[in-house]
């Protein structure tokens, strides 16, 4: 792996209570002013709220679009500037408005087809062992 890769490409993990742990990557090139000030401010959490086949949370930060699409693929990792959420989309359907494409989940999208309504949700840094 080039060095190059290892800064366009962040691994981060969720921690959901009760369900256990999911693994995704963040591609700095699609939204990159979002992603370094998430990343700046990670760890963080938040409780999680339901839209159709969509988790999210609200966070810690206001940022404007970037990039921002009205379609989403399905274990996109996504930041909702209207609702200062992170998203995560994992089954059809749509976001309710643009997101900016942050990435995507790389491990155990499942779980958060099992996620109820206000679940703690923790975002980290996976740390190179």
């Not at 490409?9 to 939204?31: D, W």
């Not at 059809?92 to 942050?102: A, D, E, G, M």
Request: glycine residues 8%; proline residues 6%; contains cysteine.
């Amino acid at each position: 792996m080039s060095n190059d890769e290892g800064v366009s490409r962040i691994k981060i993990k969720f921690l959901i209570e009760a369900l256990g742990e999911a693994e995704g990557e963040l591609v700095r090139f699609l939204a990159p002013r979002t992603i370094d000030t998430i990343v700046r401010k990670l760890p963080m959490e938040g409780r999680a709220a339901l839209w159709k086949e969509e988790v999210y949370f609200e966070i810690p930060i206001k940022m404007g679009e970037e990039k921002a699409k009205p379609k989403v693929e399905e274990g996109t990792i996504a930041f909702w500037p209207m609702g200062s959420a992170l998203c995560i989309f994992y089954g059809k359907s749509q976001p309710y408005s643009p997101v900016s494409i942050l990435g995507k989940i790389t491990s155990n999208l499942e779980l958060f087809k099992r996620v109820k309504s206000g679940a703690t949700i923790k975002v980290m840094l996976v740390t190179a062992p």
